[in-house]
């Protein structure tokens, strides 16, 4: 049985509890969100549609039974999750500029800034309200109370790291510790609290929970690199962007950051001036992929993912639980830190 069909029932259950909580309310606000989950059209017309991968609930529910927990009472954490993550994606397009996103319209892009963050805002408080349904499946008032405490200081570390992110648009100094921080927050804050919240309503042995929680740390950052490479490196029929997109957007990835203090600084000069000008065409994206290469950025990145995944499974091996979750979770840990998209 491949990946995919093994993780199948659980995305199944979780988009059965994600559509109830936007089933019966007509009112267009709620048909925004549908539409950025990709379940409507523009129209809100319902549209045939494969849904997401559902990462982040699927490693919540993962984690639950990795400690021998029911996947089923930590269903409404999940759903809790995967609402937190698209509420930041509605936000991040918008100070992103994102016109697009999976090959369709982002919501700011159709009704505007204003709705677009009121949107947004709006499914971070239905995530909240998913949680708090954690009652309704026999979890214990302070499990219950921890978890949302856990919610909103993920959330927080979102808006953390996204500031830091939004600061590095017009530096050039930037340098790998920094970076690895906002990584940290704006990305393995969330997958953090996907397999801590999940490990909790499974079990209460505290080293099990810490271990999940530590595997979903590195796997947040050996995840982050992964779509830096892809960013520069990956095939455009593949991730729909085109090679070099993220140099084209003066993102300062860790490709960036690596080639900026290679070599005792020698690029750092002139990939300054490439990406502080004001067009960067075809010819300085070609300079900058050289300079990549000669600075060896690709394979160091490269490396750096490889041992944060290593760390990974470190940690997951260290919890003594269910074997058909954990060996789940160390495939879902390989796809994430090799995939092509």
């Keep these: 049985m491949t990946l995919q069909e093994s993780l199948a029932p659980y995305i199944s259950e979780v988009e059965t509890e994600l559509r109830a909580v936007l089933i019966d309310k007509p009112l267009p606000f709620y048909g925004m969100m549908r539409y950025h989950l990709g379940w409507t059209d523009e129209r809100f017309g319902p549209i045939e549609t494969r849904g997401g991968k559902r990462l982040r609930p699927v490693l919540c529910l993962l984690a639950c039974e990795a400690v021998h927990g029911s996947h089923e009472m930590a269903l409404p954490a999940a759903v809790a999750v995967e609402l937190l993550h698209n509420f930041s994606l509605i936000h991040d397009d918008i100070e992103d500029r994102s016109a697009e996103r999976h090959h369709r319209r982002t919501v700011w892009k159709v009704w505007g800034e204003p709705q677009a963050i009121n949107t947004g805002d709006g499914m971070h408080v239905l995530a909240r309200l998913a949680l708090s349904q954690l009652g309704e499946r026999g979890v214990p008032p302070a499990t219950v109370l921890r978890a949302l405490q856990l919610l909103d200081e993920t959330a927080l570390r979102l808006c953390e790291?996204?500031?830091?992110?939004?600061?590095?648009?017009?530096?050039?100094?930037?340098?790998?510790?920094?970076?690895?921080?906002?990584?940290?927050?704006?990305?393995?804050?969330?997958?953090?609290?996907?397999?801590?919240?999940?490990?909790?309503?499974?079990?209460?042995?505290?080293?099990?929970?810490?271990?999940?929680?530590?595997?979903?740390?590195?796997?947040?950052?050996?995840?982050?690199?992964?779509?830096?490479?892809?960013?520069?490196?990956?095939?455009?029929?593949?991730?729909?962007?085109?090679?070099?997109?993220?140099?084209?957007?003066?993102?300062?990835?860790?490709?960036?950051?690596?080639?900026?203090?290679?070599?005792?600084?020698?690029?750092?000069?002139?990939?300054?001036?490439?990406?502080?000008?004001?067009?960067?065409?075809?010819?300085?994206v070609g300079r900058v992929l050289e300079i990549l290469e000669l600075a060896g950025s690709r394979q160091a990145v490269q490396a750096t993912a490889d041992s944060h995944y290593g760390q990974a499974m470190e940690a997951l091996n260290t919890v003594n639980g269910m074997q058909p979750a954990i060996t789940l979770l160390e495939q879902l840990a390989v796809y994430v830190t090799q995939r092509d998209s």
């Design 161 to 284: 790291g996204q500031y830091m992110d939004m600061g590095f648009e017009t530096r050039l100094d930037i340098g790998v510790g920094e970076y690895l921080a906002m990584i940290q927050r704006k990305t393995g804050a969330l997958l953090e609290c996907c397999l801590e919240l999940g490990a909790m309503l499974g079990t209460s042995d505290q080293q099990s929970i810490d271990a999940l929680r530590r595997f979903g740390a590195e796997l947040g950052r050996a995840f982050q690199m992964r779509d830096d490479l892809l960013g520069i490196w990956g095939q455009s029929e593949i991730t729909g962007k085109a090679t070099g997109d993220d140099i084209r957007q003066r993102k300062k990835t860790l490709p960036v950051i690596h080639a900026m203090e290679a070599d005792g600084g020698r690029w750092r000069s002139e990939l300054a001036r490439i990406l502080s000008a004001e067009a960067i065409g075809e010819g300085e």
